[in-house]
């Protein structure tokens, strides 16, 4: 089993920027890629920005040019810098991992840490 931690999240003002993190561990071997979802009351769990293990980058537009992803494949830890943030971002955000062993994929998610974006 893949365990994820996750950290970061809090109240802030809208403009304001969080980073939250999420460090995985546990039975790994290869994490192929590594992401962020939110969901936000009433509404779907949704994309918000994914790395592969070859750094390759996908954000869903709502957050291009405010947000970023990164991750530490030395610690299997992945981050959201999460710049000029909005009302409309706030939602519990989830962290997500997808990876393989030699048996089989797996995909985990972290326990999600509240976002919220007021004044």
């Known amino acids: 089993q893949v365990q994820l931690v996750e950290s970061g999240g809090g109240l802030v003002q809208p403009g304001g920027s969080l980073r939250l993190s999420c460090a995985a561990s546990?039975?790994?071997?290869?994490?192929?890629?590594m992401g962020w979802y939110r969901q936000a009351p009433g509404k779907q769990r949704e994309l918000v920005a994914s790395?592969?293990?070859?750094?390759?980058?996908n954000y869903a537009d709502f957050v291009k040019g405010r947000f970023t992803i990164s991750r530490d494949n030395a610690k299997n830890t992945v981050y959201l810098q999460m710049n000029s943030l909005k009302p409309e971002d706030t939602a519990v955000y989830y962290c997500?991992?997808?990876?393989?062993?030699?048996?089989?994929?797996?995909?985990?998610w972290g326990q999600g840490t509240q976002v919220t974006v007021s004044s």
């Open positions: 997500n991992v997808r990876g393989t062993t030699p048996a089989l994929e797996y995909e985990s």
């Open positions: 546990g039975s790994i071997f290869t994490i192929n890629a």
């Open positions: 790395v592969t293990v070859g750094s390759r980058t």
